[in-house]
């Protein structure tokens, strides 16, 4: 995928016909400057940028995951949500399984080749969270019930707990669940596929009204 170009007069100029052609505010338009022309005696000088916004980085998306499940023959819908820049993209397949895999690998690993490839065509971080067939918010649910009931030994036994690793978002559902709890803290620990939650027993944690 190429950017579009635009050219103005001034970087101005430019990229105000950016946003003029995407339908956005200036501000909105991310560009790089490609060619300069100063002109003759300051007479035809020229600006040309390269340039998207965000509602190109939500089309890349959608269109590389259609295009995966193209590829491989895979009978799909994909929607997407703009949560403040973080892309909530929701998949629904005729046979999840195969996108899911055992413990939600096989997803895990197509959500970092989805982050990657959006990553590197627009040269910034771009946060993606892929869902199929509601699985993510399902498996959530198992994994705060679970933590749950693990936070509440800890508290019996005054024992701290570890729990096995997860992917960063599964650990922010439990940061999450377990915040409210008296004497609970949690804390990420490990790198990579190693990073684990721990649940501590901390005495000084009360949050009951």
Not at 104 to 117: D, E, H, I, M, P
Request: hydrophobic fraction near 35%; glycine fraction near 6%; aromatic fraction near 8%.
């Amino acid at each position: 995928m190429e950017f579009e170009k635009y050219t103005g007069k001034t970087l101005e100029e430019a990229v105000q016909a950016a946003a003029e052609a995407k339908g956005v505010q200036p501000d909105e338009i991310h560009y790089e400057i490609t060619e300069e022309k100063a002109g003759f005696l300051g007479i035809g000088k020229t600006v040309e940028i390269s340039a998207y916004c965000e509602k190109d980085v939500q089309k890349f998306i959608v269109d590389y995951i259609q295009q995966y499940f193209d590829n491989a023959e895979l009978d799909g819908t994909v929607s997407l949500e703009d949560d403040n820049g973080f892309y909530r993209v929701s998949v629904n397949v005729s046979n999840n399984a195969v996108l899911i895999g055992k413990g939600g690998r096989t997803l895990q690993f197509f959500n970092r080749l989805v982050k990657a490839a959006a990553s590197a065509q627009f040269k910034k971080r771009v946060g993606v969270l892929i869902d199929v067939n509601g699985y993510k918010k399902d498996r959530y649910k198992k994994l705060c019930r679970l933590a749950v009931l693990q936070a509440r030994d800890v508290q019996r036994t005054k024992i701290d707990a570890s729990l096995d690793p997860m992917p960063a978002d599964e650990r922010k559902a439990i940061h999450n669940a377990l915040a409210d709890m008296n004497h609970i803290t949690t804390k990420s620990e490990g790198e990579g596929d190693r990073r684990h939650i721990n649940i501590l027993y901390t005495p000084s944690k009360e949050v009951d009204k």
